[in-house]
């Protein structure tokens, strides 16, 4: 009876045991399908949020981490604990979410200093986002922190670009800027007159190409005090610094192809940078909007040129060979952004008349003899400072007629039109807010000087003047 009672003791220690570890080990599935399984394996939580991520499976990756350390760190901290929140931190940016990716490692991980080495690529995940979001001054001092906790090469590369970019002393902090890491400028800068026809493969050393003087003509009468007459002064697309400018992601257009007796038609478009292919999406926005020939008003327009730049990007998208990362940018971001502003000139009961579309914060200024009588849609500095309505590739009519504004006037003599990008947008602004007249520096440059823009942009933004960002200058001139 003893041995019979040992043997049962020892049996039933082992399976106690056994249920134990087994309970420590294996969470029971929820009820929910559609939550991601629970499968604790200490050595192998890292390989498995990596592939739910991977798959674009972000919220049942943050939901896995969360299910690991509720049951694996409930009431501790230890370098394993420290690196879930560093993936949480990743995923976080991976879902295009900078601010709470910094949040979340800021309230979790660069608190706990005897890490070191977590804090250090915690700092060191943080500098990528700001230099993403091309902060550049927030991304110095996350890398030089990162560097500082554990010194690592790849913190100190990234100190010594940042470095060269903004000429700092070495324990001084950076000034502001925008500025992009160093890279080979190549000209291929594309500034024309109204009307004309640009050829890459004839273009100058200098990257110019020649503006075409051809005039164009509104219907002309006794009644309108207007000459009938009117010119394109400028048209120019500059990209930031050190890029081409076939990465430039602002465009525009004019109506070349129109009775040019009915209508006028311009339009600019400034691709967010962090969408995918903003550029050909901008393109396609100002190409259709100039083609139609229809009034702009939100409450008359059936908005057709949109539904036709949707499907010419759709049909763009499926000949392109995308790799698996740019398939799930692009599905994760729910398509690609860009800013507009359209602007429409014609004759209505001897009369000449302009109406104006924008969504974001690309500006439209309407001077009148030296003076600004109109700005639309922005009216100040400070209404560029946030972040823009957008069109996406996947917007309906009825979204941009709740998002766009809209706003009309009629035309006198000597009116001239300025449509800009919100970079030369906040440069006129903060201009006429200390006073000062922005109109006789842009009337400068025409088709006889068009070269000067360029170090004239340039020069602004070495002074910080201006963001370095893609800037566009469209202007008419009413006669």
């Keep these: 009876m003893l041995v019979l009672h040992s043997i049962y003791s020892r049996i039933k220690k082992f399976l106690a045991g056994c249920l134990r570890r087994e309970l420590t080990s294996v969470r029971e599935q929820p009820d929910n399908s559609t939550t991601t399984p629970f499968v604790a394996a200490p050595l192998d939580w890292k390989t498995q949020g990596q592939e739910l ?9 943050l939901n896995f981490y969360d299910r690991v350390l509720d049951k694996e760190f409930p009431n501790f901290l230890c370098d394993e604990s420290l690196e879930i929140h560093l993936e949480k931190v990743k995923t976080y940016s991976e879902m295009l979410r900078p601010d709470v990716a910094i949040d979340y490692a800021k309230q979790t ?3 706990k200093k005897e890490y070191p080495k977590i804090v250090s690529q915690a700092y060191f995940q943080i500098g990528l986002i700001y230099q993403k979001q091309e902060n550049f001054v927030n991304a110095w001092e996350a890398f030089r922190d990162s560097n500082r906790y ?5 913190a100190q590369q990234k100190i010594q670009a940042i470095r060269k970019l903004l000429s700092p002393e ?3 902090k950076p000034e502001q800027t925008s500025n992009k890491l160093e890279r080979p400028v190549t000209k291929e800068h594309k500034i024309t007159g109204f009307g004309g026809q640009s050829k890459p493969n004839i273009a100058r050393k200098d990257g110019f190409f020649p503006p075409s ?5 509104l219907p002309g009468s006794p009644e309108n005090p207007l000459n009938g007459s009117h010119r394109f002064i400028f048209k120019c697309s500059l990209p930031k610094e050190g890029y081409s400018l076939k990465e430039c992601e602002d465009k525009s257009a004019v109506n070349t192809d129109l009775d040019l007796t ?3 038609k311009v339009a600019i478009a400034d691709g967010v940078s962090q969408a995918s292919f903003s550029g050909v999406w901008a393109e396609l926005l100002v190409n259709n909007f100039i083609k139609v020939n229809q009034s702009i008003n939100l409450e008359k327009s059936d908005m057709n040129w949109l539904e036709t730049s949707q499907q010419q990007w759709q049909n763009w998208l499926n000949k392109q060979q995308l790799s698996w990362f740019a398939q799930r940018k692009l599905k994760v971001d729910g398509g690609s952004y860009s800013t507009f502003l359209g602007l429409r000139i014609y004759q209505e009961y001897q009369q000449y008349k302009w109406e104006a579309l924008g969504i974001g914060d690309s500006c439209l200024f309407v001077v009148e003899n030296g003076q600004l009588v109109q700005s639309f849609p922005c009216n100040n500095s400070s209404q560029l400072s946030g972040i823009p309505s957008q069109i996406c590739t996947s917007s309906t009519a009825d979204f941009l007629k709740q998002k766009a504004l809209f706003d009309q006037g009629i035309i006198r003599a000597k009116t001239h039109f300025y449509l800009v990008t919100d970079a030369l947008a906040g440069w006129i602004f903060d201009t006429l807010e200390q006073h000062q007249n922005p109109w006789l520096t842009l009337n400068k440059f025409t088709d006889a000087n068009y070269k000067n823009f360029e170090p004239w942009v340039k020069q602004l933004r070495q002074d910080r003047k201006i963001r370095d960002d893609d800037t566009t200058l469209v202007h008419l001139e009413i006669i």
């Design 53 to 61: 991520r991977n798959c674009g499976q972000f919220n049942d990756a």
């Design 262 to 264: 009915k209508t006028i």
């Design 150 to 154: 554990d010194s690592n090469k790849r």
């Design 213 to 217: 003087n051809r005039p164009l003509l």
């Design 170 to 172: 070495p324990d001084d």
């Design 109 to 111: 991980i660069l608190n």
